[in-house]
Nanobody, 123 residues
């Protein structure tokens, strides 16, 4: 069955960096889009970034553009989210998800989800 598994979350100081990984199984990267979303308790899940793994096109939310970089290694079945210059507003549970296309980073366009990895930003 299709699975996505996030890793790489943790505690980082403001201004620091963290790289999240999304390991996928039972589907072929290159045929799908993979997106990162994040959610804090009491708020809606928001799209962060997405990559159309076949053509390499990328989408970023305004909150991520210029600080985060999404990439994929199709041979390793893994999508990454490099996060730099982390801010106090970045802590959340980060999820990766599969979709047929990135579109407008809507969770409604995604059909499979990972269980999340927690990112904490604190000094």
């Amino acid at each position: 069955q299709v699975e996505l598994e996030e890793s790489g979350g943790g505690l980082v100081q403001p201004g620091g960096s963290l790289t999240l990984s999304c390991k996928v199984s039972e589907f072929i990267l290159g045929f799908y889009a993979v997106a990162w979303f994040r959610q804090v308790p009491g708020k809606e899940r928001e799209g962060v970034s997405c990559i159309n793994t076949g053509i390499g096109s990328k989408v970023y939310a305004d909150s991520a553009r210029g600080r985060f970089t999404i990439s994929s290694d199709n041979a390793k079945n893994t999508v990454y989210l490099q996060m730099n210059s982390l801010k106090p507003e970045d802590p959340a549970e980060y999820y990766c998800a599969r979709g047929n296309f990135c579109g407008r980073l809507s969770q409604n366009d995604m059909d499979y989800w990972g269980k999340g990895t927690l990112v904490t930003v604190s000094s």
